[in-house]
């Protein structure tokens, strides 16, 4: 794919409940909303169509929230306008978010005609105790049968999510969770530890007392297991929690982490597009009354200046396992690397947290592990 691919992300902030450890911008019980958001979001494609005419999109991610909980009608519309006003590369990667309990094959039918070629399904977790902690609404069962609708679907390229490191979560439950998932043979696997979020059930769960932070010792033993199970079976890591079998890396996300640039729609998106980086407002009643008053609520505007895109260049190119390339980041820059970040590339090597091979700058498993702590030195 070339290098000036553009993403476009839409977001879609309705969920049947609220997950106990979710900090996304996400409502349940708004579903009066729900026609009038997309009505906005169609009409936020047109207030960008002139600016955007030049833009060639690779990839689209329509994320939540939770996507396949409204009528499939809404995300068919949506991708059907995406298509009519932007320019959609032809092979573009579409996603879509779904969640076990909102699916149904006839929806199933109706995003795989619409276009979209990617299903990110979120599990998090196999046994049912561990799932209701969480707050979901699906069994595994539920997942099974979902994930195997999808299939039946089309869909050959899904993504299966998963977080480690819940609270009562034991090492074997883990690995009972990666041997089921990797039995359904998906083509790529998220898998983030959890943190606890303030605001969130868990944040006031863990302030009553009522939860405990699982021990950090369990945590990395969890992701470990995880790095060596999926590398077993085919399953190769390309990003601190992404792995995926050949060929089915998540590109959107690439964008993300090389530090190109996306269009964020809907309430609460975020942009990066012209060296500048902004977001939409995230209340879902205010977004749609900008947007039929023609104005895009964009917030928190912030021209991105050399010093910060190499910063950014550093941190999200660390995240992936092939590292940053020297030469490009001399040539993007017109800087030499060892000159603007010298002292920091020279401390983390000598504690063997990075590894500098040939053009690359990677980080080595310590580094994976203690990745916060690398990114930290380019701040
Ligand atoms: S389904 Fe996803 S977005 Fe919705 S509440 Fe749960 S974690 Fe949050």
Request: hydrophobic share 35%; proline share 2%.
């Given at each position: 794919?070339?290098?000036?691919?553009?993403?476009?992300?839409?977001?879609?902030?309705?969920?049947?409940?609220?997950?106990?450890?979710?900090?996304?911008?996400?409502?349940c019980s708004k579903d009066h909303l729900i026609p009038g958001y997309f009505d906005a979001l169609k009409h936020e494609i047109l207030l960008y169509r002139e600016s955007l005419a030049g833009a060639d999109f690779a990839t689209v991610f329509i994320g939540g929230g939770t996507p396949s909980y409204v009528d499939s009608k809404y995300i068919y519309e949506t991708v059907h306008w995406v298509k009519q006003n932007f320019n959609l590369a032809e092979a573009a990667e579409v996603t879509m978010e779904a969640n076990p309990g909102t699916l149904t094959v006839g929806k199933l039918e109706t995003y795989a005609v619409s276009g979209?070629?990617?299903?990110?399904?979120?599990?998090?977790?196999?046994?049912?105790?561990?799932l209701k902690s969480l707050g979901r609404i699906h069994t595994s069962e539920d997942f099974v049968e979902n994930y195997k609708q999808a299939r039946k679907a089309g869909f050959k390229n899904i993504n299966?999510?998963?977080?480690?490191?819940?609270?009562?979560?034991?090492l074997s439950d883990w690995e009972e969770t990666l041997y089921r998932v990797m039995e359904l043979n998906p083509e790529h696997i998220s898998c983030y530890s959890l943190k606890i979020e303030e605001g969130t059930g868990f944040g006031q769960k863990l302030e009553e007392g009522k939860i405990e932070v699982i021990d950090?010792?369990?945590?990395?033993?969890?992701?470990?297991?995880?790095?060596?199970?999926?590398?077993?079976?085919?399953?190769?890591?390309?990003?601190?929690?992404?792995?995926?079998k050949e060929g089915y890396v998540s590109e959107h996300n690439l964008i993300y982490w090389k530090g190109m640039e996306y269009i964020g729609l809907g309430a609460g998106a975020h942009s990066y597009y012209e060296g500048e980086r902004f977001n939409n407002k995230p209340d879902i009643e205010e977004y749609i009354g900008f947007i039929e008053r023609n104005v895009i609520p964009r917030e928190n505007e912030e021209v991105i200046g050399q010093d910060e895109k190499m910063t950014e260049f550093m941190i999200l190119g660390l995240r992936l396992i092939d590292g940053i390339s020297i030469r490009q980041f001399n040539a993007s820059f017109g800087e030499d690397i060892f000159h603007v970040f010298g002292e920091a590339l020279g401390k983390l090597q000598?504690?063997?947290?990075?590894?500098?091979?040939?053009?690359?700058?990677?980080?080595?498993?310590?580094?994976?592990?203690?990745?916060?702590?690398?990114?930290?030195e380019f701040i």
């Amino acid at each position: 794919m070339k290098e000036n691919k553009i993403g476009l992300y839409i977001h879609i902030p309705f969920c049947k409940s609220k997950c106990l450890y979710c900090d996304f911008n996400s409502a349940c019980s708004k579903d009066h909303l729900i026609p009038g958001y997309f009505d906005a979001l169609k009409h936020e494609i047109l207030l960008y169509r002139e600016s955007l005419a030049g833009a060639d999109f690779a990839t689209v991610f329509i994320g939540g929230g939770t996507p396949s909980y409204v009528d499939s009608k809404y995300i068919y519309e949506t991708v059907h306008w995406v298509k009519q006003n932007f320019n959609l590369a032809e092979a573009a990667e579409v996603t879509m978010e779904a969640n076990p309990g909102t699916l149904t094959v006839g929806k199933l039918e109706t995003y795989a005609v619409s276009g979209i070629n990617r299903i990110s399904m979120g599990l998090q977790a196999w046994q049912e105790p561990l799932l209701k902690s969480l707050g979901r609404i699906h069994t595994s069962e539920d997942f099974v049968e979902n994930y195997k609708q999808a299939r039946k679907a089309g869909f050959k390229n899904i993504n299966i999510d998963l977080i480690f490191g819940l609270p009562g979560q034991q090492l074997s439950d883990w690995e009972e969770t990666l041997y089921r998932v990797m039995e359904l043979n998906p083509e790529h696997i998220s898998c983030y530890s959890l943190k606890i979020e303030e605001g969130t059930g868990f944040g006031q769960k863990l302030e009553e007392g009522k939860i405990e932070v699982i021990d950090d010792v369990l945590d990395r033993e969890m992701y470990y297991l995880a790095q060596k199970k999926f590398g077993e079976n085919g399953y190769k890591q390309y990003e601190i929690s992404n792995f995926a079998k050949e060929g089915y890396v998540s590109e959107h996300n690439l964008i993300y982490w090389k530090g190109m640039e996306y269009i964020g729609l809907g309430a609460g998106a975020h942009s990066y597009y012209e060296g500048e980086r902004f977001n939409n407002k995230p209340d879902i009643e205010e977004y749609i009354g900008f947007i039929e008053r023609n104005v895009i609520p964009r917030e928190n505007e912030e021209v991105i200046g050399q010093d910060e895109k190499m910063t950014e260049f550093m941190i999200l190119g660390l995240r992936l396992i092939d590292g940053i390339s020297i030469r490009q980041f001399n040539a993007s820059f017109g800087e030499d690397i060892f000159h603007v970040f010298g002292e920091a590339l020279g401390k983390l090597q000598k504690k063997e947290l990075i590894k500098i091979e040939a053009d690359r700058i990677k980080l080595s498993s310590l580094g994976l592990d203690m990745a916060n702590q690398v990114f930290l030195e380019f701040i």
